[in-house]
C-alpha cells in the first residue's frame, strides 16, 4: 500500500464516519445506516471503512457513544431550564415527545440498550433526569407531590411509547401540546388564568 492511499484512508477520521452515520439513523432510520451507503455518500471505497471500523456492528457502538455523549450535554441543558418559569419549562420538554427526527435514534438504542449495559446505564440516567425536571416543574405549579409524580411518570412513558409505538397509533403534534399541558398541570392553583403560548 502507498503513502497516497494511507492518507486518502486516513482523511476520514472514525468522528466522521459515526457523524454521517447519525445523520442517516435520524433522517431515514437505522435501516439506512449501511457500509454501502456510507461509502457512496463519503465518496470512498469500503476500504476506508474497514480501515477505521471492524464491522458494522463497531460503527453502531460508536453512534451510540456519541448519541450518549450528545444525550448527556442535551440534559445539562435542560438542568438549566430551572430558571424558566414552570409552564414555559414544561413547554420547552415537551417539544421533545413530537421531534420526529430524534425518534427513530431512540428506537435504535433503546434496542440496542438491551445487549449493551453502557448505552442502557445512559438512557436511564436521562429518563430519571428528564422524570425529575418534569416532576418540579409540575409541582411548582401547585400540583401535589403525589399527583405530580404520577403525571410526570405518565408524560415520560409516554414519551417512550411514542417512539416505540406503530405508526397508525395517534401520535401528538405541537398543536396538541397546550391540551397535553392542560392534562398535566389543569388544576394547579397556579394555572388558573396563565396565559398559555398560542398552539402553532
Given at each position: 500500500?502507498?503513502?497516497?492511499?494511507?492518507?486518502?484512508?486516513?482523511?476520514?477520521?472514525?468522528?466522521?464516519?459515526?457523524?454521517?452515520?447519525?445523520?442517516?439513523?435520524?433522517?431515514?432510520?437505522?435501516?439506512?445506516?449501511?457500509?454501502?451507503r456510507?461509502?457512496?455518500?463519503?465518496?470512498v471505497?469500503?476500504?476506508?471503512?474497514?480501515?477505521?471500523?471492524?464491522?458494522?456492528?463497531s460503527?453502531?457502538?460508536?453512534?451510540?457513544?456519541k448519541?450518549?455523549g450528545?444525550?448527556?450535554?442535551?440534559?445539562?441543558?435542560?438542568?438549566?431550564?430551572?430558571?424558566?418559569?414552570?409552564?414555559?419549562?414544561?413547554?420547552?420538554?415537551?417539544?421533545?415527545?413530537?421531534?420526529?427526527?430524534?425518534?427513530?435514534?431512540?428506537?435504535?438504542?433503546?434496542?440496542?440498550?438491551?445487549?449493551?449495559?453502557?448505552?442502557?446505564?445512559?438512557?436511564?440516567?436521562?429518563?430519571?433526569?428528564?422524570?425529575?425536571?418534569?416532576?418540579?416543574?409540575?409541582?411548582?405549579?401547585?400540583?401535589?407531590?403525589?399527583?405530580?409524580?404520577?403525571?410526570?411518570?405518565?408524560?415520560?412513558?409516554?414519551?417512550?411509547?411514542?417512539?416505540?409505538?406503530?405508526?397508525?397509533?395517534?401520535?401528538?403534534?405541537?398543536?396538541?401540546?397546550?391540551?397535553?399541558?392542560?392534562?398535566?398541570a389543569?388544576?394547579?392553583?397556579?394555572?388558573?388564568?396563565?396565559?398559555?403560548?398560542?398552539?402553532?
Amino acid at each position: 500500500m502507498t503513502a497516497g492511499q494511507i492518507a486518502k484512508r486516513g482523511a476520514l477520521t472514525a468522528d466522521d464516519w459515526t457523524a454521517r452515520a447519525l445523520e442517516l439513523l435520524m433522517d431515514e432510520g437505522v435501516s439506512a445506516v449501511k457500509i454501502s451507503r456510507l461509502c457512496g455518500d463519503l465518496g470512498v471505497t469500503k476500504g476506508s471503512f474497514y480501515w477505521r471500523f471492524e464491522d458494522l456492528a463497531s460503527l453502531k457502538e460508536s453512534i451510540a457513544a456519541k448519541w450518549c455523549g450528545d444525550s448527556t450535554q442535551m440534559l445539562a441543558g435542560l438542568a438549566e431550564l430551572t430558571t424558566l418559569e414552570p409552564w414555559d419549562r414544561l413547554r420547552t420538554m415537551t417539544v421533545a415527545l413530537v421531534d420526529e427526527r430524534a425518534w427513530s435514534v431512540q428506537r435504535a438504542l433503546r434496542e440496542w440498550a438491551r445487549t449493551d449495559e453502557r448505552v442502557a446505564a445512559t438512557i436511564a440516567e436521562g429518563d430519571v433526569l428528564a422524570f425529575d425536571l418534569i416532576r418540579r416543574a409540575i409541582e411548582e405549579l401547585g400540583v401535589s407531590a403525589r399527583r405530580a409524580r404520577l403525571r410526570a411518570g405518565l408524560l415520560v412513558y409516554a414519551g417512550i411509547g411514542f417512539v416505540h409505538g406503530p405508526s397508525a397509533l395517534f401520535r401528538p403534534a405541537i398543536g396538541d401540546l397546550d391540551d397535553l399541558m392542560d392534562f398535566l398541570a389543569g388544576d394547579a392553583p397556579t394555572h388558573a388564568g396563565v396565559d398559555q403560548p398560542p398552539a402553532t
